[in-house]
T-cell receptor, first 112, second 113 residues
């Protein structure tokens, strides 16, 4: 079974803090994605990566950056957390055909 | 870019009834339409998908239909069971850079026993 794990299920941070969300997949997938999930807005793509050290902006990259130093790991970074970044963050990965995406359980981030 | 609208946002049905969730998309070049189910405390999981060269696909109690002319597709769940209660997302694979998925806003389905 494909497994995508995320470093934390729940996280509480203060405004202005630097926040790291980690994601690891064990299926040797080339593609990895970070989404945020908000009620009524569905899943919105923040960044994705199709190879080590490669990254592409999604629909809402502002305020975020990413890092992919190893194929299995994709990190989302909030340089200076703000209250409007309070959300559920989902990581996903997919194989070469880029169709089915496998999701992690999500990290619920609260920024106070 | 692609835009996907999903309706309704919430749906409540009695156990055994059918449930239908509808989505529309904007990019006529989109060619892949998956449906994901998200149970409480879990990430979304693919339950069925359809490609643009097919009008309908069925897998046991779930089916998806696609109308490319009208640019809409629907998820049908028959004989609903309490374990069908979840949030469902439709998505479309558009013709944008990298062919990424664009998701609808989600439908919370509640099946009452």
């Amino acid at each position: 079974d494909v497994k995508v794990t995320q470093s934390s299920r729940y996280l509480v941070k203060r405004t202005g803090e630097k926040v790291f969300l980690e994601c690891v997949q064990d299926m040797d997938h080339e593609n990895m994605f970070w989404y945020r999930q908000d009620p009524g807005l569905g899943l919105r793509l923040i960044y994705f990566s199709y190879d080590v050290k490669m990254k592409e902006k999604g629909d809402i990259p502002e305020g975020y950056s990413v890092s992919r130093e190893k194929k299995e790991r994709f990190s989302l970074i909030l340089e200076s957390a703000s209250t409007n970044q309070t959300s559920m963050y989902l990581c996903a990965s997919s194989g070469p055909n880029r169709n089915e995406q496998f999701f992690g359980p999500g990290t619920r981030l609260t920024v106070l | 870019g692609e835009n996907v609208e999903q309706h309704p946002s919430t749906l409540s049905v009695q156990e055994g009834d059918s449930a239908v969730i509808k989505c529309t998309y904007s990019d006529s070049a989109s060619n892949y339409f998956p449906w994901y189910k998200q149970e409480l405390g879990k990430g979304p999981q693919l339950i069925i998908d359809i490609r643009s060269n097919v009008g309908e696909k069925k897998d046991q109690r779930i089916a998806v239909t696609l109308n490319k002319t009208a640019k809409h597709f629907s998820l049908h769940i028959t004989e609903t069971q309490p374990e069908d209660s979840a949030v469902y997302f439709c998505a479309a694979k558009g013709n944008n850079a990298g062919n990424m998925l664009t998701f609808g806003g989600g439908t919370r389905l509640m099946v009452k026993p």
